[in-house]
């Protein structure tokens, strides 16, 4: 599966949008792009998937280009709560039950009043 | 929506002890769960893939007599940490996926070895 690339950190304050961007250069035709939430002490949640164009959900947007080798996990008006560290994976379609989901670094996401 | 119930969420040993820990699939069956170790400032680590009614499948350089895994219903999944050290203390957590979008995770047991 293509490996994916995130920024280690971003800062951001209560109110404002936030955009995390991930690169997955090598994704394959069949591959969707699925983002995780955490937060500490806790494990993932699923929070949107999409395989291209415009995914939206009562969460977040994620948006992916025609070339689908990046994609954008857009979070409007950040809480307080919305820290924590989100990851970018890419998931193989169909049968996903048996398949392994490789975690790379995850974004940290840090949100101040 | 689906959840996976881990237990316990926390637990301290002594050294030399060994460990069980219980992943649970609540509402749904899982043919296969997933289990992952974290460190502290760090990502989700894949150790095995657990499957019903056979053997787990463990990532390159885990022990797998040292992280026994059995999965003997479609249910449950149980990771045990034999002969724990402290170098064995983290942050345990289990998945398996429930058939609709993304797959769900365990809350994670927290493990410390003294």
């Known amino acids: 599966l293509a490996k994916t690339t995130q920024p280690i950190s971003m800062d951001s304050y209560e109110g404002q949008e936030v955009n995390i961007t991930c690169s997955h250069n090598?994704?394959?035709?069949?591959?969707?792009i699925t983002w995780y939430q955490q937060f500490p002490s806790q494990g993932p949640r699923f929070i949107i998937q999409g395989y291209k164009t415009k995914v939206t959900n009562e969460v977040a947007s994620l948006f992916i280009p025609a070339d689908r080798k990046s994609s954008t996990l857009s979070l409007p008006r950040v809480s307080l709560s919305d820290t924590a560290v989100y990851y970018c994976l890419v998931v193989r379609g169909g049968n996903t039950g048996f398949q392994k989901l490789v975690f790379g670094t995850g974004t940290r996401l840090l949100v101040s009043p | 929506g689906a959840v996976v119930s881990q237990h316990p969420s926390w637990v301290i040993c002594k050294s030399g002890t060994s460990v069980k820990i219980e992943c649970r699939s609540l509402d749904f069956q899982a043919t296969t769960m997933f289990w992952y170790r974290q460190f502290p400032k760090q990502s989700l680590m894949l150790m095995a893939t657990s499957n019903e009614g056979s053997k787990a499948t463990y990532e390159q350089g885990v022990e797998k007599d040292k992280f026994l895994i059995n999965h003997a219903s479609l249910t449950l999944s149980t990771l045990t940490v034999t002969s724990a050290h402290p170098e064995d203390s983290s942050f345990y957590i289990c998945?398996?996926?429930?058939?609709?979008?993304?797959?769900?995770f365990g809350s994670g047991t927290r493990l410390t070895v003294v």
């Open positions: 998945s398996a996926d429930p058939g609709a979008y993304g797959y769900t």
């Open positions: 090598n994704i394959a035709t069949n591959d969707y």
